[in-house]
Structures are given as structure tokens and as C-alpha cells.
């Protein structure tokens, strides 16, 4: 193995120990978001609903911290790993503090995995450093740089962040929307897709719901109006997209882009131009109607946290209907269908 692929099995891809890291924690911000709202009801169970609140709230860093650690360097970074994610969230270092820290713990404890290797490895050495040298060395090391170098700046950093999110109004928010969500659009959960949605959660985590509310709009839009269109022109569809049809309900309605992925496979110079228009329409009427949403849930199941149930529906009805309109309109009719 050459130096070059040494550095690139060692570090591995990027983006996958992040998507890791943050999926494991979209569940705990829906657990956070959907008992904040219930905690808002008077009754015997709020002090119940804002107690799980709370302490959901408090999870959400460490466990996208210790997720992203364990994608790098498995079950022997899980321990550090919930310790920074903890130490991160406790300096206030928000969403960026918490994939610096779950980073630099995930590389540290490898690091120290390899090295122990090179050293001839062992029962005894395995044992000292899963349970001595790891759970020591790496929060003095990751801690101390984390406390004395990164934390006073990022802390800096996420309150300009903060103020500048929840500043955005009129053009500039509606622009920004429009944005995010033709990236949203672009490659239907793919990479670009993901940088539009973590920018997304990042916001959602500062507290800028109106940011965030309008890229959960836009992740149902291809999909809902794929789960339409051929209902509308049924000679212009096959009849695999046609079954994928079906599956489509289902996914728009609960929000995934992924669900118009199997026609943009089929006719991809259609489809694809329809999803980035339909969803940058969907996000920047979402932001132009003000929508914000206390849960980072998207499309129909995500009415419980939104400010403007109506504006939020006309913006879902008037994207989906462009997108219908459009893509029934370029699309040709099948010439032979196997209706078998």
C-alpha cells in the first residue's frame, strides 16, 4: 500500500462518517421537537413532556458526536465520544462544535488503534488501550484542544451564525431558501442533496426554524407530484413508473426526496429539471409566507410544529402543481407498454 492510500484508508470518506453521525441524530431531534410542542398543552403531562424535552435537547449533540467517532473508529471511540459530545454541547459549540469534536475523537482513537497495531498488538496491549489509553488519552487530548483552542471561537462563530439566521428576511431568506432547495433537488438525497439538509438541521439546532422549515417544504415536492402526475397522463407513463408510483404516495407523504428517484433513473433530462424547479418554488413560497416549524419533520406529518397550517399546505399545492403541470407537459407519451 502506497503513503497516498495509507492517508485515504485511514481518514475514509468524509462524508459518510458525517450523514452517520447526523442520521443517528434526526431521531432524537424528533423525539425533542414533537414533546416541546406536546409540552405546551396544560395538563397533568406537561412537566412529563417538557422533562423529555429536555433531556432529548441535551442529546442531540453527543449523539451526533458519538456516531460520527464510531463511524471512523467503532465500538472503542464510543466512550470519549459521548464524554466530548457532552464537554461540546456544555461550552455551547452547537452543531459545528459537535462534528469537529465527534471528528477529531473518531481520528484520535484510530490513531491510537493503529499505533498500537504497529507495535506488535497483543491480548495485553489490546486490553491497555481499549480501557486504559483510549478513555484517558483521548479526552485530555481531544478536551484540552477542544477547551483551550476551539471552543471560544466556534462558540464566537455559532453566535454570528445564530444572529445572522435568524436575521434573514424578505429577498435574503427568500434567496437562501430558493437555494437550498434546488440542492434539495438536484440529486434527490444524494450528496448535494445532504449539504442542503445539513445546512438545515444546523439551522434547526440554532433555533432558526424559518431557515429550516422551508427545505422540509421541498423534500416532498418531486415526489409528491410524481405520485400524481401519472394519475393525470396515464399514456405518458411506463409501466415501471407506474409502479413506482405507488411507492411514491407513501414516500411524499412522509417526505422523501428519494421517491422520484426511479423516474429520474427512467427519463432523467425531465424529471431532474422538474425536481430543482419544484423544489426551489417550494422552499422560497415557504419562506416568502413566513413558515416556520418547531419540528424537523417534513411534508403532511410534519403539520404539528408549523406556525401557518394553511400557507404551509398552499406551498406544498402550488409547487406540486407546477411540477405536475411541467413535467406532464414534456413528457412523451410510451410508445409500447407491457401491461403485463
Not at 409540552?39 to 424535552?53: A, D, H, K, N, R
Not at 453566535?159 to 438536484?186: C, P, Y
Not at 429550516?212 to 405518458?236: H, Q, R
Not at 398552499?314 to 413528457?331: E, G, P, R
Amino acid at each position: 500500500m502506497t503513503k497516498s492510500e495509507a492517508v485515504k484508508d485511514f481518514f475514509g470518506d468524509l462524508s459518510v462518517h458525517l450523514k452517520t453521525g447526523i442520521s443517528y441524530m434526526l431521531p432524537v431531534i424528533i423525539i425533542y421537537a414533537l414533546f416541546m410542542v406536546l409540552s405546551q398543552i396544560p395538563g397533568p403531562t406537561q412537566e412529563f413532556f417538557i422533562l423529555l424535552s429536555d433531556v432529548s435537547k441535551i442529546m442531540i449533540i453527543p449523539v451526533m458526536t458519538v456516531f460520527i467517532a464510531f463511524s471512523i473508529a467503532a465500538k472503542p471511540a464510543f466512550a470519549p465520544a459521548i464524554i466530548m459530545g457532552m464537554m461540546a454541547d456544555q461550552l455551547g459549540m452547537g452543531f459545528i462544535g459537535g462534528l469537529l469534536v465527534g471528528l477529531l475523537t473518531g481520528y484520535a482513537v484510530k490513531l491510537l488503534i493503529v499505533l498500537s497495531g504497529r507495535l506488535g498488538g497483543g491480548q495485553v496491549t489490546d486490553f491497555l488501550v481499549s480501557l486504559l489509553i483510549i478513555p484517558i488519552f483521548v479526552p485530555l487530548v481531544v478536551g484540552g484542544l477542544t477547551y483551550f483552542i476551539f471552543a471560544n471561537p466556534i462558540v464566537a462563530m455559532m453566535d454570528w451564525l445564530t444572529i445572522w439566521l435568524n436575521g434573514l428576511s424578505g429577498t435574503n431568506a427568500i434567496l437562501l431558501a430558493a437555494i437550498l432547495g434546488a440542492m434539495i433537488g438536484i440529486d434527490m438525497g444524494g450528496p448535494i442533496n445532504k449539504i442542503a439538509f445539513t445546512f438545515a438541521v444546523g439551522a434547526y439546532t440554532e433555533g432558526a426554524y424559518a431557515i429550516s422549515a422551508p427545505v422540509m417544504v421541498a423534500v416532498s415536492i418531486p415526489t409528491i407530484a410524481l405520485a400524481i402526475a401519472p394519475l393525470l397522463a396515464p399514456k405518458k407513463y411506463s409501466f415501471e413508473e407506474k409502479m413506482a408510483q405507488k411507492s411514491a404516495v407513501v414516500m411524499g407523504a412522509i417526505g422523501l426526496t428519494e421517491g422520484a428517484i426511479p423516474f429520474a433513473v427512467t427519463d432523467p433530462l425531465r424529471v431532474i429539471p422538474m425536481s430543482i424547479i419544484g423544489c426551489s418554488l417550494g422552499a422560497a413560497l415557504a419562506a416568502a409566507f413566513s413558515i416556520s416549524n418547531t419540528v424537523l419533520i417534513p411534508s403532511l406529518i410534519g403539520l404539528s410544529g408549523v406556525n401557518n397550517i394553511p400557507m404551509y399546505l398552499l406551498a406544498h399545492a402550488i409547487a406540486v402543481t407546477v411540477c405536475v403541470v411541467f413535467i406532464n407537459l414534456v413528457k412523451k407519451e410510451v410508445v409500447e407498454e407491457d401491461e403485463d
